[in-house]
C-alpha cells in the first residue's frame, strides 16, 4: 500500500489534511521501550504550523492522542496507533479544486486517478499536514536509536540561493543548530528570513534544502542492491510532500571528480578503522561503513502560492486563470526540517531490527 513503510517496523499514515483526524499506525516495535511525551511533544512543536512569521497561519496544536501500544509510558508490544485532530480547518477555501486545479499540486493526476471522488480541502491525503503522524512515529524511533548512540539532526542547507555552513561530513556539528531557525550560521539564517518575507510580500514562495546527518551507527546496518541504505531512506524522505530530490555525501558532485578525489582512503584511529573523507556519506554497497550517514533533500519551492495563475476547467476544457485561497507557507523548509529526520529515523531504526531484532542484547 502507498501509505505503508518498512520490513520488520511498519508504518502506516492516514487522515486528510480537513479530516476529523490525522495519524499512524506503528507495528513491529519490541516491547518495553520507554517514550518520553514531554520530549515527543516538543519534536512535533518544530513542525507545527502558526508560531512564526515564515510559515502558515493556520494554527494547530498538534496533540497526540495514543490509542494502544503504550503502557505506563513503555511499549507493550501491540501496534502503536496515535492522531492528531483537526481543529482549525477552512475548507471553503478549496471547494473550486475539482474543477480548476492548481498548478505544482496533485489536484489534477489525483482527480483522474480517482474519478474526483478525492477530499480536495486542504490538499486532502497528499498535504503535507500528513507530516505531523510521520513525526510521532519518528520522534519515538529518534529517542530509541538515541539509547543505542545514534543521534539524528537536520539543518537548513539552503533557502532561496543563501546557503548555510555545512555539516562537517566527518564530525556533524548536530549541537550547532539553532533550535528556533535551524541553522548553524546565524547571519546566513536573517538572510533567509529576508528572502521568505519578501516572497511572501510578492504573493510567491521560495523552496531550499535541508542536510541530514546520522552518527553513530556501527558498520553493517543496510543490504546491498534494493535493501541499501541509500534506497531506504530515499523511499521515505521522498514520501514527504515537496520533496524532489535525495542525494548521500558528495551526491552529484561526484559526477565531476575522479575516482583518486572521490575515493574515501581508510586509516587507524584509536584501534578502529575511519575513513579520511567522506564523500560516500556513510555508506558503501548500500550498508554503512561506520562514518556519518549524510544526505541532501532538495524542497520545491510551496506550489499554493497567492500570485495569478494559469489553469484549467476540467469540465469545460478550457483554460482559465486560477487565484488560490487559503493559508499556506511561503516556505516550507523550516517546517520540513524535523519531518526530514523523523522519516530518517524512523528507515534507519527499521534497517536496524531487520538487521538485529535482539538489538537491545546486541548494543
Not at 578502529?272 to 556519518?292: D, F, K, R, S, W
Request: glycine share 14%; with cysteine.
Amino acid at each position: 500500500m502507498s501509505s505503508t513503510y518498512g520490513d520488520t517496523l511498519k508504518l502506516s499514515i492516514f487522515g486528510q489534511s480537513h479530516g476529523t483526524a490525522i495519524g499512524m499506525t506503528l507495528d513491529g516495535v519490541p516491547a518495553g521501550l520507554p517514550v518520553d511525551m514531554d520530549r515527543l511533544r516538543r519534536f512535533l512543536a518544530r513542525r507545527a504550523p502558526g508560531q512564526n512569521d515564515w510559515s502558515t497561519p493556520r494554527k494547530e496544536g498538534d496533540e497526540p492522542e495514543f490509542l494502544s501500544g503504550l503502557l505506563d509510558g513503555r511499549t507493550c508490544g501491540a501496534p502503536i496507533a496515535a492522531m492528531i485532530r483537526n481543529k482549525n480547518t477552512r475548507s471553503g477555501d478549496y471547494e473550486q479544486l475539482h474543477d480548476c486545479p492548481r498548478p505544482g499540486h496533485a489536484d489534477l493526476t489525483a482527480q483522474v486517478k480517482y474519478d474526483g471522488y478525492q477530499d480536495v480541502a486542504g490538499g486532502g491525503h497528499f498535504s503535507g499536514r500528513l507530516t505531523a503522524p510521520l513525526c510521532i512515529a519518528g520522534g519515538m524511533c529518534k529517542q530509541w536509536l538515541e539509547e543505542m548512540g545514534i543521534r539524528i539532526g537536520a539543518h537548513i542547507a539552503q533557502i532561496a540561493g543563501v546557503r548555510d555552513v555545512p555539516f562537517d561530513p566527518l564530525k556533524p556539528q548536530l549541537d550547532k543548530v539553532g533550535p528556533v531557525f535551524p541553522v548553524l550560521d546565524g547571519a546566513a539564517g536573517a538572510w533567509m528570513r529576508d528572502a521568505i518575507a519578501q516572497a511572501r510580500s510578492d504573493g510567491d514562495s521560495v523552496g531550499g534544502i535541508i542536510e541530514c546527518a546520522v552518527t553513530g551507527l556501527p558498520i553493517g546496518v543496510g543490504e546491498p542492491m534494493f535493501g541499501g541504505m541509500e534506497g531506504r531512506i530515499a523511499q521515505i524522505v521522498y514520501g514527504v510532500p515537496a520533496v524532489k530530490g535525495v542525494e548521500f555525501g558528495a551526491g552529484f558532485g561526484v559526477a565531476e571528480l575522479r575516482g583518486s578525489q572521490n575515493n574515501d582512503g581508510y586509516a587507524i584511529r584509536d584501534g578502529e578503522v575511519v575513513t579520511l573523507t567522506n564523500n560516500a556519506g556513510g555508506i558503501l554497497g548500500g550498508i554503512t561503513n561506520g562514518q556519518p550517514l549524510i544526505f541532501r533533500a532538495a524542497v520545491k519551492p510551496t506550489p499554493s502560492i497567492y500570485t495569478q495563475q494559469q489553469s484549467i476547467s476540467i469540465h469545460r476544457m478550457e483554460e482559465m486563470p486560477l487565484k488560490i485561497q487559503g493559508r499556506h507557507d511561503p516556505c516550507i523548509v523550516p517546517r520540513a526540517v524535523p519531518v526530514i529526520e523523523a522519516a530518517a529515523a524512523i528507515a534507519v531504526y527499521d534497517a536496524i531490527l531487520s538487521r538485529l531484532p535482539n538489538y537491545r542484547r546486541a548494543y
